[in-house]
């Protein structure tokens, strides 16, 4: 099973690498190549987190390698709907990275499978973590997007449409992840109730999920204020997240609270 | 919407804070932490950010001025619904377009399943106009979550309880929780700490007896129990030969146990299980996390003046004069946690946090499409005209859209 998960690494690797290589050289073909490799390091992390919760008996999500996983399967997921659905080509070059660096994070991690403790066994947990991947993947996309709208903005004779879609496309990421983070947050307080009964504590990962929740918050409001999009807003997709990143993993491992469960 | 967003961002800074300082310790607690800048931590109220002054009027503040944000809004939004569609058919060209690109733009919209109205100046195309009252239901749902979310917080009367089984425990309101049974393992010898509960109010009325386990509550009237955690209590009976009393001592500290204060026993604790070396030597495991696997008993005999320490076992029985020690299996307990609440609170909880799901989807995905199309060109109108825009930019210049 460590086998597949290390292949889809290594495969995530390899088509980051290409990828690159061919957006900088203007390879169409290596990019192809990449997109080849990137689908089937996508499909051996599917398979991957299959096998591991059949093995587990529960949906594989318990812990940090787990969570870590699952997250950058979101990014590869949410890169090959905007590949094909819409055709985002430009987003490769950026999104294929990210999903190996979490992937990377979660190679960190320790890999055994352990029994849920009791806090966790909720009808709950699928909710609250699952909306969480999809939240923070989307806030990741987010972040490419505003990255590839940077670096378009600064060529000569831009493509104003182009850009004008990769600003919408990153605004309606974050649309996205701001609903999933909401119900994160809900549902997050609702199982708290159901397990220590209160439904909020202001336990660090609380904070840091509000915390993040007000900064997209702030992005939503300022995109609309005065209609301002274009790079600034790139620029917030981009410097948020690293706030989502720490709000990952951060918390858990440099602040101590209810949620350190490792 | 600045002061607003000026009041969201402040609320993050302080969150930022209360999240990096430990919060609720004792003041000792930051005197060591901090040295000597504790003292400004206390006065600022850092030690408590979130129950502080400063995040409550915050807080408060937001709630005002998203009340009156969302109030101008909604007048507005209700007043331009009215001869909406006419109005938006009155709309200049925004773009010019040929016949062709025209039926495309069409052809497009159709395919969006916008539905059509016939005005004068042109056809307008559209869809989910209801979504144009998204962000009001988002805001609505936000403030009564704060209302209703700060009432679940502080009303709540909150109580933390041991019992052993078959004893009850008795509220200050009369109300009281009978703990029928519990185990820390389930019978596969998983951690599953769970108990059957029982709860009468003061007037009589009696939930059933129920399973109580962590995510499980017993909720009644009004009333949760939790299963909150564990415990495991020596349990040791004292004979009395000569009159044949006797009598069970559950023991959860160090105790002595004597008639006469001298001679007796002194229980000291007891550990979950043990080692033995070859030379029969026993070392203590001082911690576990389910059941006592081989439960010892850490006691002194005290006879004459002297005193003996020894490991005591379940089953063991120490005699001293008239009295019969017997070391029993220990006993397992239940931590509970009571908490009593106006059960409509939660309610009204719940529903604005439903409020709140359902005016974000509204506010993002039935996003309302509103396109004037005329004989030479088009205009696109809504609260987001964005993604319109894009996509009859991209029919324009490719013939096709892929937004
Ligand atoms: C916790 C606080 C808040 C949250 C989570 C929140 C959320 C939202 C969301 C999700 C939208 C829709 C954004 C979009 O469609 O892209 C929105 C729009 C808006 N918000 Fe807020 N909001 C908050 C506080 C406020 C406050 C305090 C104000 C006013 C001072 C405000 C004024 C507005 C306005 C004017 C709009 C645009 C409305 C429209 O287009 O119909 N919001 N808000």
New binding site residues.
Partial sequence: MNALFFGSLILLFAASALQMIGSVFKKEKLSKIAWIVFLTAFAALSVFIVIRGFSAKRVPLANQFEFATAFAWGICLMLAVLRLRYKADWISAVAIPAAFIVLSYAALQPKEITDLMPALKSSWFVFHIGSAVFSYSAFIIAGCVGLRYILASKKENADELKLHRMDYMS?RMI?FG?LMLTITILTGALWAEQAWSSFWTWDPKEVWALIT??IY?VY??L??RSKKSGIKMAWFALIAVPVVLFTFAGVNTLIPGLHSYG | ?R??II??LLIAAVSVVGSLIPQGNEPAYYAKIYGSGHPWILLLGLDNVFKGWVFIALTVL?SL??T??SVV?IRK?VSEGKDLLENVSRLPDAGSATPEEIGKIKQHLKSKRCREKQFDCGTVYYKNLLG?Y???V??LA?LLTVVFGALALSLPIVTDQTCYPGNSITMKDGTEIYVDSFSIEDEEGNLNYNSFVQLTLSDGRQSEIQQIRVNYPLSFRGYKVYQQTYGTAGSVEVVNARTGGQDVFILEESAFLSTDGMNGIFYRDLYPGFVKDGNGNYTLITSTSGSYPDPVYDIAIMSEGEQTDVLAFPGDEITLGDFKYVFNDPVEYPGLRIKHTPNLVNVLLLISFVLLTAG?YM??FTVPSLVKVSGTGYAVAG??PEADRIEIEMILKNGETNL
């Fill in positions: 605004y649309a701001f929740w007000i918050a939503l409001h995109r609309l | 919407m002061f607003g009041l969201l937001l001025n998203l009156l944000c809004r939004t144009r998204g962000t009001f988002t805001h936000i974000l506010t993002f609260p987001k």
